[in-house]
C-alpha cells in the first residue's frame, strides 16, 4: 500500500481530512509558517538589500522539533501532498514546506480545498498541481516590503515619539482615523429649521416655495413663513412607483466583518476566529465536517452545485416566484485567485439543524452567513413609494411612503435589515386637508462620524488598501499599540496615535498615503499574476524610500516628554513621563546628568491573611497583565496561586484553601470543603 503524507495547516483540520481519505494516507499539521525572515543583516531586517533583496529565512521558535518530525514523515512517504490553505499566504506556506523538508519536484503535490467537506476534499485530491511560484513571489514581495517598512519605519518612531510601531498598511489606516478626527475637530456646525405639518395618518415636510427648493436658516425665517400658511393644504400631486430592493451578493471576506460588526457587534478578529472554526469542521455527531466555505476571499462567486441546489431548496420551501439568480462580480482587479463567496456548504445544513453543536458565537456568525447567501439567490422584494405634494400658500409640503408588495429575499434575511412600512392614507389630487398642527424646529447640521470597525474596513477596501484578510490584523495592531481608544464603539485616535501620523507626515507623506498603499497592492497583484517583476517592484520602492529614513533620522526632532508639573527633588529640574521597557515611568527631565526616577506607589488590593507567613495576600500581575495572587512578604514567603485564596489552611495537608469554580478547595490536595 502506498504512503501518503498530506500537510495542513491547522490541527484540528488534520483528523477530519484523514477520516475523509482513509487507508494509506497520514494527515499532520504544519501549525501555520515553519518559517519567516530572520532579524539578521543590515537594520536586522533579514533581508540583504545589496543582493537583490535575498532573504535569509530562519524557523520560527519553538518550531524545529516539529520541523524534524515533518521532514521524517516526508522522507518516510511515497507522496507528499501540500494541502495548505487556498491563498497566497497558503501558497507561501507550502512552498517553505517543501523548501526546508527537501521534498523533490517529483514527489510532491498541491492541493486545494475551498470547503472541507468529505467530495469536495477528495475531489481535491483527483486534481492536484505544482506550487504556483507567482503567488509564492508575490506573498515573498510583501513580507519584505512590510518587514522593511516596519522595522525601519519603527525604529524611527521609537527614537523620535516613543511610538511602539508603524507599517506599510497599518499607518496609513491610522492616518484615515486621524484625518476623520481633524475634520469633527475643524467641523463649524449650521443652524437650520425644517417646518412640519402633521396630520391624523402622516406628516408632511415643508422643502420648496413655488416649487424651488428652501432652506430655512434661523427662527425668524421659520415663524415668518409659519405666519403665511393657512390651515388648508391642497393635495397638488400624487406619485406612485413600484421600487426593487436588490437582494445583496453573499459575503466575501471584507462585507462578513462588516455585517457581523454591525448586526452582531463582533469585532473583525472575532468574526474570523469563528469563521475559521467553521470552515475547519465542527463535529455534528453522525459526522465531522466543515459548515462554511473558505472564510479569505474578495469574490462573490458561487459554484453551479451550490446554486442549483439552492434554487431547489427555494422552490421547495418558498415557492418558484422566489427563485432569483447568481449574481457576478464587477470588480474584477482586486478579485483574489478566483475563490468562493463565502456560503454554508450544504444548503440543507439549516442553522436549526446544527445549533446545538455550536456555541451561541458560533450559531449566531453561522446563521448571519447561511441567510445572506441564501437571500443573495431569492428575488428582489419589490414595494410601492408613494409620495404625495401638498400646497399651502405656494409653499409645496412632501409626504412619503411605502408599502411592500413581494417580499422576495427579505423574507429569510429580514431579521437583519430594516424595512419600515409607512402607508399613506388614500388621497385624491385636488382635495383639500386641514390641521392647525404645523410645527417649526431647529437642527444644526453634523460634523462626520468616527469610524467604527465596520466603516473603517469598508473605507480601507474602497480605496485598495490591504487585503481582507489582513484587515483584523490591522485593527487589532493599533489598538495594542496605543494608537486608537474606543468609544462608543468608534475609533478615536490617542495623542501617541496623532503624534506618530504627523511625524510619518514629516518625511513620508509620499509614501504614506492612500494612493502610494493602493498602487502597491496593485503591484502585488500584477506579480502574482505573472505581469510585473518583484525586483523591480522592490528597488523602485527601495531607492526612494531608504534616503527618506536616513534623512529623517538626521532631521526629524524628537518629540520632548511630557512635564508632569512637578519638580525633581534632587536637582529642581521639571519631571517628565518617559517610557521603558515595562511602560510609562516619571523621571527626571536632566537624564543623563540627573539619574532620579520617582517610585510608584501603586495602589494595593489586598484579599486576606497569608495563611504561611501572616503576611497579606495581594493581587498581583504578571507582565502580560494576567492577575494571580501572592504573599507581599515576597521573596521571603513565595506563597502564590492563580485561584482566589481564603486565608485559611487545609485541614489535611496544611496548604492553603482555594476558591475554584465556586468550591472551596485544598490548592494541594482532594480536599474539598463542606458548605
Known sequence: MENNLVIVESPSKSKTIEKYLGKGFK???????????????????????????????TFISGKTKLVQDLKKAAKAADKVYLATDPDREGEAISWHLKEALNIKDNKYERVLFHEITKDKVIDAFNHPRKIDDNLVRSQETRRILDRIIGFRLSRLMQSKTGGKSAGRVQSVALKLIVDREREIEAFQKEEYWTITANFPDFEAELFAYNNKKLEIKNEEEANDIKARLGNGFTVSGIESKLKTRKARPPFITSTLQQEASNKLGFPAKKTMMLAQKLYEGIDLGSET????????????????????STFHYIEDNFGKEYIGYAKTSK??????????AIRPTSILRTPSKVKTYLTSDEY???SLIYARALASLMKDAKYNQTTVILDNNNYNFKASGQVGVFDGYSKVYAQYETIDETPLPDLKEKSVLTTDEITAKQHFTSPPSRYTEAKLIKELEELGIGRPSTYATIIDTIKKRGYVSMEEKKFVPTEMGVTTTDKLQESFDHIINVE????????????ADGKEDSLKVLHEFYDEFEPMVEKAFG??????PKETGELCPECGSPLVIRKGKFGEFVACSNYPTCKYIKKETKEVKVITTCPLCKGNIIEKKTRKGKIFYGCDHYPKCKFATWDLPTGELCP????????????????????????
Do not use: W
Open 27 to 57: 494527515v499532520v499539521s504544519s501549525k501555520g509558517h515553519i518559517r519567516d525572515l530572520s532579524t539578521k543583516g543590515k537594520f536586522g531586517l533579514g533581508v540583504d538589500v545589496d543582493k537583490n533583496f535575498e532573504p535569509d529565512y
Open 289 to 308: 465536517t466543515g459548515l462554511i466555505t473558505y472564510m479569505r476571499t474578495d469574490s462573490i462567486r458561487l459554484s453551479d452545485e451550490f446554486v442549483g
Open 331 to 340: 470588480k474584477t482587479e482586486n478579485v483574489q485567485d478566483a475563490h468562493e
Open 364 to 366: 449566531k456568525l453561522y
Open 516 to 527: 502610494y498603499t493602493a498602487k502597491m497592492e496593485n503591484d502585488l497583484d500584477e506579480i
Open 555 to 560: 532631521s526629524m526632532q524628537k518629540v520632548a
Open 652 to 675: 489535611e495537608c496544611n496548604s492553603p484553601l482555594v476558591e475554584k469554580k465556586g468550591q472551596i478547595k485544598c490548592s494541594s490536595c482532594d480536599y474539598t470543603k463542606e458548605s
